[in-house]
Structure formats: structure tokens, C-alpha cells
């Protein structure tokens, strides 16, 4: 089944821990997207990327960093510079064809401060 | 005034009837409309997807945009306890950053048998 595969679904972190988030497709599409969604906030992105090692900070990146070794993976680490991460982080992914494509969603990781 | 408005709610209807959902945008550089449905501890599934102003249909659910009001609306049809769920409306640009996508904060819907 093509798809998103976001993992673990649930994940603590520590003080002053930092903590990656695994995305993962299998749809071949080119630009992969990180979201925060916090309860009455909606989603934020945070970083994204269209090609294979190159990615472009959102609107609140501070705090986290990304990679983008291959094209199927889009890992995000939350660093201790976070200082409120708790949140539930959403990865998307789209294709890169001509026109605009709508955004396909994993089903999240909810990240919680131990 | 932020780039999408959406009610956040929440709404709740009984079965059977027609639901109204709507978002309001200031950025008229949208062209692309999307809307989302996410269910508790899920992630958003795309819904309806359109282009411009005008109406889409996919069975029960209507997407309505217009741009001259910067309005846009989903509606459901004979609606089930099944469509309780949080609507997220979503736009973007041509050209450019078209990629990235503006979400409104969504709209808690319930509808009770």
C-alpha cells in the first residue's frame, strides 16, 4: 500500500533531549513537508524540502532540524532548544508535477515532555 | 487579520442533515483549494481539491469557491456520525511557494445519531 508512514506514534523527551521523528514514503513524490498542530492553533510548518539534500525553513523552524538523505525520508529532529515541544507533528508529502498537487498526510506523531 | 479565517466551532447536527463549512482568506494569490477531514489522533485526509472559483462534487460533498468574495465552503449532504471529525480548509499560490499550504484552524464537527 502506498502511503505515509510516520514513526513512533507517541514519544516523550527528556529535559534537554533531543528526539528525531521518522517520516517515510513510498509514493515517489518529490517535496516532503513537516507540520506542527497544537490544539486551537491549526498546522504550522515547519520545514520543508523538494529535492534530495536541500530544505527550506517554514514559518517556525527554530528549534528543530531536518534532513533529506533520500528521497523517501524526511527525518525531524526536535532539539532542546525547543522549548515547548509538546505538540503533534504531522509529515505530508506531494508530487512535483506540473500545476499545483494537494498534500497527502502520515498519521502523526503526538511528542510529550516527560 | 490573519491569511484564513475559519470557525473553529464546535458544531454538532443531528443525522441526516446538510452541514455548512467555510473559510474566508485575504491573500489573493490563492488559487488552489483543498479541504481536509481529520479524525481524533489521525492525520488530515484530503477531501475535495479544486481550482478557481466554482462548485466540485464527489458524492456527498459539495466544495464551493468564490474568489471575488474570497469564500470558500464544503458542504455535506445527509450527513452521518461517520463525518464527525475536524474539517481543515487549506489554499496556496501559483507560481513560486505554491507548494506551501495555509490551513485555517479547523471546524469540530459532530453529528449525533
Known amino acids: 500500500d502506498g502511503g505515509i508512514t510516520q514513526s513512533p506514534k507517541y514519544l516523550f523527551r527528556k529535559e534537554g533531549q533531543n528526539v528525531t521523528l521518522s517520516c517515510e514514503q513510498n509514493?515517489?513524490?518529490?517535496?516532503m513537508y513537516w507540520y506542527r498542530q497544537d490544539p486551537g492553533q491549526g498546522l504550522r510548518l515547519i520545514y520543508y524540502?523538494?529535492?534530495?539534500?536541500?530544505?527550506q525553513k517554514g514559518d517556525i523552524a527554530e528549534g528543530y532540524s531536518v534532513s533529506r538523505e533520500k528521497k523517501e525520508s524526511f527525518p525531524l529532529t526536535v532539539t532542546s532548544a525547543q522549548k515547548n515541544p509538546t505538540a503533534f507533528y504531522l509529515c505530508?508529502?506531494?508530487?512535483?508535477?506540473?500545476?499545483?498537487?494537494?498534500?497527502?498526510f502520515g498519521d502523526g506523531t503526538r511528542l510529550s515532555i516527560l | 487579520q490573519k491569511e484564513v479565517e475559519q470557525d473553529p466551532g464546535p458544531l454538532s447536527v443531528p443525522e441526516g442533515a446538510i452541514v455548512s463549512l467555510n473559510c474566508t482568506y485575504s491573500?489573493?494569490?490563492?488559487?488552489?483549494f483543498m479541504w481536509y477531514r481529520q479524525y481524533s489522533r489521525k492525520g488530515p485526509e484530503l477531501l475535495m481539491y479544486?481550482?478557481?472559483?466554482g462548485n466540485k462534487e464527489d458524492g456527498r460533498f459539495t466544495a464551493q469557491v468564490d474568489k471575488s468574495s474570497k469564500y470558500i465552503s464544503l458542504f455535506i449532504r445527509d450527513s452521518q456520525p461517520s463525518d464527525s471529525a475536524t474539517y481543515l480548509c487549506?489554499?496556496?499560490?501559483?507560481?513560486?511557494?505554491?507548494?506551501?499550504?495555509?490551513f485555517g484552524k479547523g471546524t469540530l464537527l459532530t453529528v449525533n445519531p
Open positions: 491573500n489573493s494569490a490563492f488559487q488552489y
Open positions: 487549506a489554499m496556496s499560490a501559483s507560481g513560486g511557494s505554491n507548494y506551501k499550504l495555509t
Open positions: 524540502s523538494q529535492i534530495v539534500n536541500d530544505f
Open positions: 509514493l515517489n513524490h518529490d517535496a
Open positions: 505530508a508529502s506531494t508530487a512535483l508535477l506540473s500545476g499545483n498537487q494537494p498534500q497527502h
Open positions: 479544486t481550482y478557481s472559483s
